[in-house]
């Protein structure tokens, strides 16, 4: 079993930054893919990034391409997200996933581990 424990939540204004953080314990490995979700009220989980368990090969969603960056710090059961240009529509509930068993993947339900998510708002 692998646990993971997402922060750095908090309340922004537009334009502003965050930096989200998600820990893994547990039957770790560096064999993990991890990504970032988001999920906002009354929608579905919608892929974020994700990065390979080398930490070289990365893959943003449209939407935050160009603002947000994955990286794996250097204890490798460890991922960030560095978000820059916040908008209001980044508003959600930001969830850290991992597996083992897959290469890359952006679909929420090929993910066995999650965290309990983080909250994001950003005013406008």
């Known amino acids: 079993q692998v646990q993971l424990v997402e922060s750095g939540g908090g309340l922004v204004q537009a334009g502003g930054s965050l930096r989200l953080s998600c820990a893994a314990s547990?039957?770790?490995?560096?064999?993990?893919?991890m990504a970032w979700f988001r999920q906002a009220p009354g929608k579905a989980r919608d892929f974020v990034a994700r990065i390979n368990w080398s930490g070289r090969t990365t893959y943003y969603a449209g939407s935050v391409k160009g603002r947000f960056t994955i990286s794996r710090g250097n204890a490798e059961n460890t991922v960030y997200l560095q978000m820059n240009s916040l908008k209001p529509e980044d508003t959600a509930v930001y969830y850290c996933?991992?597996?083992?068993?897959?290469?890359?993947?952006?679909?929420?339900?090929?993910?066995?581990?999650w965290g309990q998510g983080t909250q994001v708002t950003v005013s406008s």
């Open positions: 996933a991992a597996d083992s068993r897959i290469m890359y993947s952006n679909y929420a339900p090929d993910y066995d581990y």
């Open positions: 547990g039957r770790t490995s560096s064999n993990y893919i």
